[in-house]
């Protein structure tokens, strides 16, 4: 009876905070002498200074609140409020507020003035029909059931995470219970991608790669039909940026913006294989084009399930007698901080085509992994993981590099097969065609597919970008690699004092030449501080016996290390970028941060080092849901407003 007690109360709590703290803006009227005015559309015709500005004069009122009402048809605007009251005659300005139609309390502004307020002036971004102008309008209370929802969600987390026995005891992967806890991290996570998903999409987005190149494909050629303009093919070097502005030729009226031009045809250099997989067969099937930002979901939420499988199975694997919480923060952390959310803000070719590289990179892990774990089909694991290894390369071709990841189990297990060769022959061919049949395969088909198109094997068109830069020209500018690197995975995000809180920046360190860096949030290792952890590499490996499990760190660090200098060196800095090799340093740093866990020879060590994961783990959720909202052009405040706001509000309930 005591611990439903103990429930009830808290209950009682919630819904008491519920209403009275998350809604105290509408006990803004409550003590003052404050009498409501209302001036109708005929009244505001007096105080009307321009199409853009209401003055309303002489009220010398006490002032809480204000609002005003607009026609029906008026979707959106900004707009803000000035006074004057009893410190100043002359007009003072509150923060700018964004007007939200379906958000009814975007339409209200709590107002803290000195005295009796003598005039107010509205503004606003645009000619809007303006209704009525209320002050003294109480805010009415709106209680946030998804918000009381949160508020039980996250305290009942904290409470079980602390005090049940199942987030104490050691990871057993055969633990029923806390494989359901991980699929429900799986579950929660999946819920905030579909959030951020479905309210970033771009629907002004023309989907080139999913309707062009799916038609072009049907007509049985591999360009677009769409031609570029005489006025582009005049062009002494078409590939130079400002050559083409110099004469005239416009972005998306006589060329396609982002894609190869090669002897007068648009190409799509993008990697090919999800239009095979995906766009292709939808179309084929039921004759309709499938949207982009479908498939990316799809490829984000194998990935998802993918990260869960290969953290889980890498514990299993390298270590014992690990907490369940380790893993249970763990997996957070990768989720949160792999910037797979911050891709399906976005939902673009750019994005398909890093995350569906990344899912083929993982599920080439994953089946190596299984390799590791069990003899049995151990061949036939080697086999489908160099498959979708080799096969990332059809999506992005940089993700070559992530093959390196499987060399030293490969290398290994050769020289075992090689000494075992007089009393187990099969082993040494299974092991040689388990590798090279995929990639001499995929290989093959994927250079005859480049000679097809530009003519040369290894040409996979992004030469020929018609982009911001002259590719077809532009070196491989080696200095600028540690410049790439510093901004990557140090950068510090620009955090405001505005929902969602942090911005994006374009700060670069001085350097005397072309590097492109557009819209950063922050570095990999700033944003998912675990990746700290892997400054403290030798540490960790000092004493350590666990050879395999320092060459896997090793391979990681460095592998991710080469995939961030040669994404700066080629590309430049953009946070979709740093989704290549993120989880490389994520896993890294938790394994690196797990072998010193358990070095450690007190529990009141261990106690502290599960607290600083903890407040870890808390940081790097918050930041991941933050980069999913935000992203790179801000799609689910432009394409979502009314959930924009809806959020907004129920988080800042002061506003």
């Known amino acids: 009876m005591k611990k439903y007690s103990k429930i009830i109360l808290f209950l009682l709590a919630v819904i008491l905070a519920e209403v009275f703290i998350f809604n105290i803006t509408s006990f803004r009227l409550l003590f003052g002498n404050y009498e409501r005015i209302e001036y109708s559309k005929a009244d505001l015709e007096k105080y009307k200074i321009d199409d853009y500005t209401y003055e309303i ?42 007007y939200v139609s379906g958000e009814e309390r975007t339409q209200y502004m709590p107002v803290y003035l000195s005295g009796e307020t003598n005039s107010l002036k509205f503004k606003y971004s645009e000619i809007n029909n303006i209704e009525k102008i209320v002050i003294n309008e109480n805010i009415p209370i ?11 969600f996250i305290a009942y987390t904290l409470y079980a995470v602390k005090n049940y026995k199942i987030f104490s005891i050691d990871y057993d992967r055969k633990n029923g219970k806390q494989e359901f806890v991980l699929i429900f991290v799986l579950f929660v996570a999946l819920v905030i991608l579909g959030w951020i998903n479905t309210n970033s999409m771009n629907e002004l987005d023309g989907n080139i790669y999913g309707i062009d190149f799916v038609d072009a494909i049907m007509n049985n050629q591999l360009y677009l039909e769409q031609e570029p303009t005489d006025k582009l093919l005049k062009v002494n070097d078409p590939y130079d940026p400002i050559e083409r502005a110099e004469e005239g030729v416009i972005r998306g009226e006589d060329y396609i913006w982002d894609l190869a031009y090669y002897n007068g045809h648009h190409y799509v250099y993008f990697g090919i294989l999800p239009l095979l997989l995906t766009f ?58 792999s910037f797979i959310w911050y891709a399906n803000g976005m939902s673009r070719v750019y994005e398909l085509a890093i995350i569906s590289g990344l899912c083929f990179v993982l599920l080439g892990i994953n089946f190596i992994l299984n390799s590791i774990q069990t003899e049995k089909r151990k061949y036939a694991n080697i086999f489908f993981g160099s498959l979708c290894l080799a096969l990332s390369v059809a999506c992005r071709p940089t993700d070559l590099l992530a093959s390196l990841l499987i060399v030293p189990y490969l290398l290994n297990l050769l020289i075992i097969n090689v000494k075992n060769f007089k009393t187990d022959k099969k082993s040494l061919f299974k092991l040689i065609l388990a590798v090279a049949i995929p990639y001499l395969t995929v290989g093959i088909m994927l250079m005859w597919y480049n000679y097809i198109r530009f003519g040369n094997v290894f040409d996979f068109g992004a030469g020929y970008q018609l982009t911001i830069n002259n590719m077809n020209k532009l070196e491989n500018r080696f200095s600028a690699g540690l410049h790439g690197i510093i901004i990557n995975l140090f950068s510090i995000p620009t955090f405001t004092t505005e929902f969602p809180f942090m911005g994006h920046h374009n700060n670069l360190l001085a350097y005397y030449g072309n590097y492109y860096i557009e819209n ?18 030798f540490k960790s490996f000092k004493n350590y016996k666990d050879l395999k ?20 060196v080629m590309a430049g800095s953009n946070q979709r970028y740093v989704i290549d090799y993120a989880w490389l340093y994520i896993i890294s740093g938790i394994l690196i941060f797990t072998i010193l866990f358990k070095k450690l020879k007190t529990d009141e060590g261990r106690k502290i080092f599960l607290k600083i994961l903890a407040v870890i783990t808390v940081v790097t959720l918050l ?6 909202i935000i992203t790179e052009h801000d799609y689910f405040f432009f394409f979502s407003k009314e959930e924009f706001f809806k959020t907004r509000y129920m988080i800042c309930f002061w506003e």
């Open 549 to 568: 499990l320092k060459i896997l760190i090793s391979t990681m660090l460095i592998v991710g290390t080469i995939s961030a200098f040669l994404s700066a």
């Open 623 to 628: 930041l991941g849901i933050v980069s999913g």
């Open 280 to 337: 292709l067969p939808y179309h084929i099937i039921t004759g309709s084009y499938l949207d982009m930002f479908v498939v990316i979901f799809i490829f984000s939420v194998i990935v998802l399930v993918l990260l869960k499988e290969i953290i889980c199975k890498i514990f299993a694997i390298f270590f014992e007698n690990v907490p369940f919480k380790v893993v249970f923060y763990s997996l957070i952390m990768l989720f949160a901080g």
């Open 520 to 537: 950063m949030i922050g570095g990999v290792f700033i944003l998912v501080p675990i990746c700290m952890m892997n400054f403290f590499v």
């Open 57 to 98: 004069k002489d009220i010398n009122k006490e002032v809480g609140t204000v609002k005003f009402e607009v026609s029906d048809d008026i979707p959106s605007f900004n707009y803000s409020w000035s006074y004057s009251d009893a410190t100043s005659e002359y007009f003072m300005d509150l923060p700018l507020k964004y």
């Open 142 to 152: 709106k209680f946030n059931f998804m918000r009381v929802g949160l508020v039980i």
